[in-house]
């Protein structure tokens, strides 16, 4: 299996870096820097894509800056609508499968029950995004929709990793400088640690190889998903299960701060946010029969520096032969 993977220097890129060479099937992955490959620049990507011919391109680069996106949508715009819908175009035109990622905030967060409690989206609800990330992400989907191309579109939320920027590294940095913190608290969803994604990314790939036949796969399974941990926090609340591992596991090198929750309107951002980013993964236990870790599972294991796999994963049944170039 021939892979493009974008985005290596990003969190789930680089995740997927180092699991996809321990699928089962042979995987020739060819992985480019944006110094080679500038998802922005359409002739490029176009060029990239022919040359290597792909059976799967792998896509989770993205213009992930959500307020700076605010005054730059046309930039946000190229990298995460159109760049995905000329993957989907050449996939098409190829006979290849496409696995982009998406995020919960293609959604208005304001889904709840009849007392207030919030719900967590499924794939069939409307979207509304509320800021410009989520309205170019959400034209990303639209359009690899409509190119009839084999596609999974996987939907995920607060990402975070041991590696690039996110607010698992912001915390502990901001842990180790002062004493006390205040953290939105009234912002709700599930962090995901870039390794599972990697991980549940991969098992599924482990099935599409180990499928008789690759159309019917795509066929079959197919479409829209929301991959996720389970569980449920906010802001604060993960800050504070950071911070609490860290400083049991002594690495703070000082004592903890206080950590203090306020609400999102005392800590004014560009971009609007959802109140209510849970996504249901449903839809993806039935299809894949993956299960899902509680998210503080997956948070210690990153805490712990330690790679995660699914449970009896598929991608782990046999010795490594892939290779990335
Ligand atoms: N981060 C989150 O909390 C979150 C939440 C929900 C969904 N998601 C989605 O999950 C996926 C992975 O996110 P992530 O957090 O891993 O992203 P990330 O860490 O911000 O990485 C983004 C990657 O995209 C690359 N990229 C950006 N613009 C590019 C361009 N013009 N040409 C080539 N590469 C470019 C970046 O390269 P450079 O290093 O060169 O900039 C980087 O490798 C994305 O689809 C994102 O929308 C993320």
Same mark, same amino acid.
Not at 166 to 171: I, K, S
Not at 249 to 254: E, I, V
């Given at each position: 299996m021939r892979i493009l993977l974008t985005g290596t220097s990003g969190q789930l890129g680089n995740a997927l870096l180092s699991h996809l060479p321990r699928l089962p099937a042979t995987a020739v992955v060819h992985a480019p820097q944006r110094a080679k490959l500038d998802l922005s620049n359409a002739t490029q990507l176009r060029q990239c894509i022919t040359d290597f011919k792909p059976d799967l391109i792998i896509n989770p680069a993205a213009y992930t800056a959500v307020d700076l996106a605010e005054s730059e949508a046309e930039k946000a715009h190229a990298i995460n609508a159109i760049a995905p819908a000329i993957m989907a175009e050449e996939a098409r035109k190829l006979g290849a499968g496409l696995i982009h990622y998406s995020t919960d905030y293609v959604f208005s967060g304001d889904k709840s029950d009849a007392e207030g409690n919030w719900q967590a989206y499924t794939e069939a609800d409307a979207t509304g995004p509320l800021n410009v990330y989520g309205q170019t992400k959400l034209a990303g989907e639209q359009a690899i929709v409509a190119s009839g191309c084999q596609h999974l579109i996987l939907r995920t939320s607060w990402v975070y990793s041991n590696f690039g920027k996110? =607010? @698992?590294?912001?915390?502990l940095k901001l842990a180790r400088e002062r004493d006390q913190l205040r953290v939105v608290n009234d912002q709700w969803g599930t962090p995901n640690s870039a390794d599972w994604l990697a991980a549940a990314t991969c098992e599924i790939l482990a099935q599409l190889q180990q499928a008789n036949? #690759? &159309?019917?796969?795509? +066929?079959? @399974? %197919? %479409? &829209?998903?929301?991959? /996720? #941990? /389970? %569980?449920?926090? !906010?802001? =604060?609340? @993960? #800050?504070? *299960?950071?911070?609490?591992? *860290?400083? +049991?596991? !002594?690495?703070? %090198?000082?004592a903890a701060p206080q950590i203090s929750g306020i609400p999102a309107s005392e800590y004014p951002v560009p971009a609007r946010r959802p109140h209510n980013s849970l996504l249901s993964t449903e839809k993806l236990q039935t299809a894949f029969g993956l299960s899902i870790p509680d998210w503080r599972i997956t948070l210690d294991a990153c805490m712990q520096g330690v790679q995660l796999s699914v449970s009896e994963p598929l991608y782990l049944t046999t010795q490594a032969q892939g290779q990335a170039k």
């Open positions: 996110n =607010f @698992f590294l912001t915390m036949d #690759a &159309v019917t796969w795509w +066929q079959e @399974f %197919g %479409g &829209v998903y929301h991959l /996720s #941990a /389970s %569980g449920k926090t !906010n802001w =604060f609340a @993960f #800050a504070t *299960a950071i911070i609490e591992l *860290a400083d +049991q596991q !002594n690495k703070l %090198g000082k």
